[in-house]
């Protein structure tokens, strides 16, 4: 246990309450609105899976599964590192980047659907979910970096132990 980094309480904290979020923010709360009138992007309000399974329609394939799978084993691995207590390094910073790749496949692939082809039109924005999902992430990096402090007992020393200037 001596060579082991363990994380402070207020991290402990960070990363149970990043870990919730993130959970919440999945399943429960809207990442994603679609407006338009484009048959092949129906609109409506995305929660996390949600946009996930908009993502797999609109990437052709189960891609984004592995994407969502992600996110819920980094929050399972967040809240089991705040039991055990060991400072860890980068699973929140992939938590955001797995974010900027739905950011991308969300923002981009609506308007590369407006080109000519099917008519109507499709526009998307994001919701306070996937923010909460981003805010969570952060929770979670920022709870697993931050170091337990040591505190050490200084002992002052006593007037014997002192070395008189003079005598040098």
């Known amino acids: 246990m001596a060579g082991m980094k ?9 990363l149970v309450a990043g870990a919730l979020l993130v959970f919440y923010s999945l399943f429960y709360t809207p990442w994603f609105v679609v ?12 929660s996390g899976m949600g946009s996930t399974g908009l993502m797999n329609t609109l990437m052709g394939g189960p891609w ?12 399972i691995i967040g809240l ?13 910073a992939l938590d955001l980047l797995v974010l900027l790749v739905y950011a991308f496949y969300l923002v981009v692939a609506p308007n590369y659907l407006n080109l000519p082809g ?22 979670i990096e920022a709870g697993a970096r ?7 007992h200084y002992e002052v020393p006593t007037a014997a132990e002192w070395e008189d200037p003079v005598e040098q």
């Open 118 to 139: 099917p008519t109507g039109t499709a526009s998307g924005a994001f919701a306070y979910g996937f923010l909460a999902a981003v805010l969570g992430s952060v929770f």
């Open 146 to 152: 931050l170091p337990h402090v040591v505190r050490s």
């Open 6 to 14: 363990r994380i402070s309480a207020g991290g402990r904290a960070l």
């Open 35 to 46: 407006s338009g009138t484009r048959t092949d992007l129906p609109p409506g309000t995305y």
């Open 80 to 92: 089991a590192i705040a039991a055990v207590g060991r400072r860890t390094r980068r699973l929140g």
């Open 64 to 75: 984004a599964w592995f994407a969502f799978v992600w996110l819920v084993i980094s929050a």
